[in-house]
């Protein structure tokens, strides 16, 4: 035990380390992210966010200018 614990305290080999463990968490991110039918849905939809008219990005979106009007008779 005490042999692994000095060869990860050397530097050159904590590195190894380092980038593996951080590369198996951003593969499992990735697959958390673009795996499950609602989730991909999800994000699907976001990306016309920039695209948005002005007058839907404040406010209630789901409503129209008439129905507004509507409601406030």
């Not at 190894?16 to 951080?22: E, K, M, Q, R, Y």
């Not at 795996?35 to 699907?44: A, I, V």
Request: charge should be negative; proline fraction near 1%; hydrophobic fraction near 35%.
């Amino acid at each position: 035990m005490t042999e692994a614990l000095q060869w990860l305290g050397r530097l050159e080999n904590s590195k190894i380390v380092a980038l593996l463990l951080f590369f198996v968490t951003f593969c499992g991110i990735l697959f958390y992210v673009f795996t499950g039918k609602q989730r991909k849905d999800r994000l699907e939809s976001y990306k016309y966010i920039p695209f948005a008219d002005e007058e839907k990005s404040h406010g209630d979106s789901s409503r129209t200018d008439e129905t507004r009007k509507v409601d406030e008779q």
